[in-house]
């Protein structure tokens, strides 16, 4: 029995963490006779979870496309280098019965330009990269082949985004399908098929190709929208956007809830849409970089018509109007004359009937009541956002320019 009991202990050294195998009969002794009785899952799923172990990648996962998409960045700064040319050949022509063929070195090609465009499904400056290099042209070849020019390198920005170079505006693209030449690529080289001259038959000279423009570029972006919602912290606006459109800002009882700006469109009959913009909330002193400062106060510039939203609930709210207008007037010159409409949120709050009338009275215009929790009043609100959008688009036609479309 000695032979049949090493047998058993290699087969068991050889099947171990697969299962558990027992020999049918034990008289043969032969491997063609051996079935297996029963599988153990619980060593096949342990064996299946290290292997998955092991095969897994040392390192942190990259982010997906989605992730990187929800953070907002307004401000990027781009290195960017347009292709390099490429070098021109020098070659002579060489065939039999020729003997004197001549020069045939052919031109580099030119390197690819980069260009900024704009695309309207680009929300933010987060996909936009440090740095650019352009796509460089290939060698000139024998038998004058030029080189292929390189290809354009499209780097797609965000309607509304403003390009500086040393402090000075060089573009602003705020248009869907505007596009700038952000960096040149570099010219080609010439072969010494080039230099043929009646004094210089058999030119050995060619050039290499020039190197790409560098460029270092400051983008900023400023939201597009029709209106502008303008307001202090926890006011409602984002309530509001929520209620008036299919936009998602986060809602909550804290200040600063709103950290980047939300557009959201506001549809109407006849196809037409109007682009609201959720601005985060400004404090006194926010022209002098207080709370989140001055990086949200350039978003309202783009905007063609402002809707100041007042919290009801807080005593003397006619002081929200008066600093609000004092901000934007304190940071650009004229940007508080722009039309508005004022809008007095939470009139469900019963704090809120009290200050109505002084609110009215202090003012001295229009006051849009409303509640965002409860839908009150909306319709009001979407009239006048109508009649609004309505005197803008007269004006941009009357000076020959067309309104802006979402």
Known sequence: MAPARRF???????FQGVGHWALSTWAGLKPSRLLPQRASPRLLSVGCADLAKHQELPGKKPLSEKKLKRYFVDYRRVLVCGGNGGAGASCFHSEPRKEFGGPDGGDGGNGGHVILRVDQQVKSLSSVLSRYQGFSGEDGGSKNCFGRSGA?????????????????????????????IAALGGAGGKGNRFFLANNNRAPVTCTPGQPGQQRVLHLELKTVAHAGMVGFPNAGKSSLLRAISNARPAVASYPFTTLKPHVGIVHYEGHLQIAVADIPGIIRGAHQNRGLGSAFLRHIERCRFLLFVVD??????????????????????????????IIANKIDLPEAQANLSQLRDHLGQEVIVLSALTGENLEQLLLHLKVLYDAYAEAELGQGRQPLRW
Not at 8 to 14: D, I, K, P
Not at 154 to 173: Q, S
Not at 319 to 340: F, I
């Open 312 to 341: 009801l609930s807080q005593p003397e709210p006619w002081t929200q109007v008066d600093d609000l207008k004092y901000e934007l007037e304190m940071y650009e010159k004229g940007l508080s004359e722009r039309p508005h409409a």
């Open 8 to 14: 058993s202990a290699r087969l068991r050294t050889v």
């Open 152 to 180: 354009v390198l499209y780097i797609r920005v965000p309607v509304g985004t403003l390009v500086k170079e040393g402090g000075r505006v060089v573009a602003d693209l705020s248009c869907v399908g505007d596009e700038y």
